[in-house]
Each structure stands twice: as structure tokens, then as C-alpha cells.
């Protein structure tokens, strides 16, 4: 009966302190939800984004004419080191360009404070005109995003948590927005919590000229520069079925290594990549195989 007292008794400590565990791990997030923190990006003025997003499927190359899906708590596509679940619209590439946009003019400023953003700069910095139906697209975009939410899980390489967002505190991938008629501009708060996404370097830098100038409706040579520039190893070689699966590819293999090729001569046209090519690879199965150009290693 002792030995059965003990053992309850340990049980009820383990369950006290695993509680207590739990209750501090919301305390901290709570916190680092609400607490603005600065952000230091060395050499960054405008594209970066963390590489945990650039790997996953969270950002898509999907065509303007296709309607869009909507997720709900799905778990994206992602890299061993990565666990994502999204609610909201499907994203694509046009989503990256303002999601990268509005980090670059935040970055000043503490994250979690408000920034102030005028939408006819913020259309021209990426890249499109101040026509009526942009600054439609604009506030249905940022509105979007707003109303989108996101869990990311990082692991360190023996599968332990390295940090995780949005567990007890929903992430947004903006926080808040608000539009003046009056002045025409937007006031947004981007979440404190960026700030742990882009820590240790794990983000890239995307070559934003050179971005801007990749051809209409090569959303997917977009994706890819966003890919290659998580790392400067080269050659850098990624099997096509897991690219289909990242860039929520529901056609034919045959019409996807087409369009991968276009989009791979895209990036040599622009000399983000030096060549690419498919192949085999040595365990049989086909893979991308990209090398870097000397402006982009």
C-alpha cells in the first residue's frame, strides 16, 4: 500500500509540474506577443523573408485564374525541421511580394509597433501601378492577411523543440490594420514574434531588383528565387515531388517539369541562377539540380 501511495503521489508531482511547465510556456508567449521587439537585419532593405516560409508551401506559385482554396489548420508542406498549420486563403507569390514589403517598411521601427504606410508607395515598391484596381487588390490582400493565422514549430536536429509561434496566442501574419480615407494610407502592426523567425540568420535575402524584373506570369521562377536563396551552397538539388507538393502543383508531372523548366530559364535570363537542370539522381528518382550564379553565391 506504501509503494502504491509513493507511486500516486509521484504521479500527482509530475502532473503539478508539468502543469506549471505549461502555464509559463503560455506566460512567455503571451508576452512575446504583446512586447514590441526590434528587429536587426544586416544588409536588408527589402526581401527578406525567413526560411522556414521560403521552404514551405505556405506561399505558393499559383495562376491568377484559379480560385483560391482556403486552409483550415492545414499542415503545409515543409522541411523535417519544420511543422506549419495555416488557416486562411491560399498564398501566392503577389502575397510574398507584400508580406516582404510590409516587413522592409516595419523594420525601422520596433515589431509589434504601428507603422504608417502610404498605399500608392507601397504599390510602387512592389512593383505595380496606382491604378483603382490595385488599390482594390491592395486592401483585399492586406485585409487577407490579417485575417490569416499561422503555428510554426522549429526543431533543432535531434527532433527537440527549438521554438514554437502561435501554440497559445494565435500568429497573425499581420496583426492589425487600419485604412484612412482621409490620408489615404494605412496604419498596420506587424507581431512582435517575427523578430524570433528571422533569429540566428535563418532567413533569406532576395535580390529585389532583379525580382521585379522576372516576366509576367512566372510566378513560379518566383517561388524558386525565393528556394535557392535559403542557402549558397551550389549546386543545390531538390527532388520534383517534393517541389509539386511545395508549390501546390495538382497537375500533370509531365505539364510541372515543363513549367519548372520555363521558370529555371527565367532565373538564368536574370543570372539569379548560373544553369539548371532535371535529372536523375543517383537513388533514381528525378530531381532539380540548380547552380548558383557567382552574383548570387
Not at 123 to 132: A, E, M, P, S, V
Not at 172 to 196: A, G, L, N, Q
Not at 244 to 251: A, I, R
Request: proline residues 3%.
Amino acid at each position: 500500500m506504501l509503494a502504491a501511495y509513493n507511486g500516486s503521489s509521484l504521479s500527482t508531482s509530475m502532473a503539478r509540474l508539468q502543469n506549471r511547465a505549461k502555464e509559463a510556456s503560455v506566460r512567455l508567449e503571451n508576452k512575446a506577443a504583446v512586447t514590441p521587439k526590434q528587429m536587426f537585419l544586416p544588409g536588408f532593405k527589402i526581401g527578406a523573408m525567413p526560411n522556414h516560409l521560403n521552404r514551405s508551401s505556405l506561399i505558393a506559385p499559383i495562376a491568377s485564374c484559379h480560385e483560391r482554396k482556403f486552409h483550415r489548420r492545414t499542415v503545409m508542406f515543409t522541411r523535417r525541421d519544420c511543422v506549419l498549420e495555416y488557416t486562411g486563403e491560399q498564398l501566392d507569390e503577389a502575397d510574398g511580394d507584400l508580406i516582404m514589403a510590409l516587413i522592409a517598411f516595419a523594420q525601422p521601427h520596433p515589431m509589434g509597433t504601428t507603422v504608417l504606410m502610404n498605399r500608392a508607395e507601397l504599390l510602387r515598391k512592389i512593383g505595380r501601378n496606382n491604378g483603382k484596381t490595385q488599390y482594390f487588390w491592395l486592401h483585399r490582400r492586406i485585409k487577407a492577411l490579417t485575417e490569416a493565422t499561422l503555428f510554426l514549430e522549429a526543431k533543432k536536429t535531434d527532433g527537440s523543440t527549438k521554438y514554437r509561434i502561435g501554440k497559445t496566442v494565435a500568429f497573425h501574419i499581420i496583426s492589425t490594420f487600419e485604412y484612412s480615407d482621409e490620408t489615404k494610407s494605412y496604419c498596420y502592426c506587424m507581431d512582435p514574434r517575427w523578430v524570433k523567425m528571422f533569429s540566428n540568420r535563418e532567413y533569406a535575402l532576395i535580390d529585389w531588383d532583379k525580382r521585379l524584373k522576372i516576366a509576367r506570369g512566372q510566378n513560379m521562377a518566383k517561388t524558386l528565387q525565393r528556394l535557392v536563396a535559403t542557402t549558397s551552397n551550389s549546386p543545390q538539388e531538390y527532388a520534383i515531388d517534393h517541389l509539386k507538393e511545395k508549390m501546390e502543383y495538382s497537375g500533370r508531372l509531365r505539364d510541372f517539369k515543363e513549367a519548372v523548366s520555363r521558370a529555371v530559364k527565367e532565373l538564368e535570363r536574370l543570372e539569379i541562377v548560373a544553369r539548371g537542370r532535371i535529372e536523375i539522381s543517383t537513388k533514381g528518382k528525378l530531381q532539380l539540380v540548380l547552380w548558383l550564379s557567382k552574383s548570387s553565391a
